[in-house]
């Protein structure tokens, strides 16, 4: 089993930042693909960014690129979401996700059904 907890979401006006964090639990934190989703009302849940175990490799979704960075410290368990520049319609339930798949290479995966703890969300709200 494994638990993941998401933290450091809020209230913030457009143009600010926030950085989300996220940990997960397990000795082996270092082997799992992490992703950050998102889930804006009558929205179905999408991802916004994933990264490799390494952390070397990672991947954004276009709505976001340039603006967030998707990083991970293997050392205490916790991947991060850096977020600028942020815009309303960044407005929704941000969850993160551990996907356990052994993957042959330094891969991550942005299918929402390869991924299997995940967090309960943190609440990013962007006013204009």
């Known amino acids: 089993q494994v638990h993941v907890v998401e933290s450091g979401g809020g209230l913030v006006q457009a143009g600010g930042s926030l950085r989300l964090s996220c940990a997960a639990s397990?000795?082996?934190?270092?082997?799992?693909?992490m992703g950050w989703f998102r889930q804006a009302p009558g929205k179905e849940r999408e991802v916004v960014a994933a990264i490799s175990r390494s952390g070397r490799n990672t991947y954004y979704a276009d709505s976001v690129k340039g603006r967030f960075t998707i990083s991970r410290d293997n050392a205490k368990n916790t991947v991060y979401l850096q977020m600028n520049s942020l815009k309303p319609e960044d407005t929704a339930i941000y969850y993160c996700?551990?996907?356990?798949?052994?993957?042959?290479?330094?891969?991550?995966?942005?299918?929402?059904?390869?991924?299997?703890?995940w967090g309960q969300g943190t609440q990013v709200t962007v006013s204009s």
């Open positions: 996700a551990a996907d356990l798949t052994t993957y042959v290479n330094d891969i991550y995966s942005i299918d929402l059904g390869e991924y299997d703890y």
């Open positions: 397990g000795p082996t934190f270092s082997t799992y693909t």
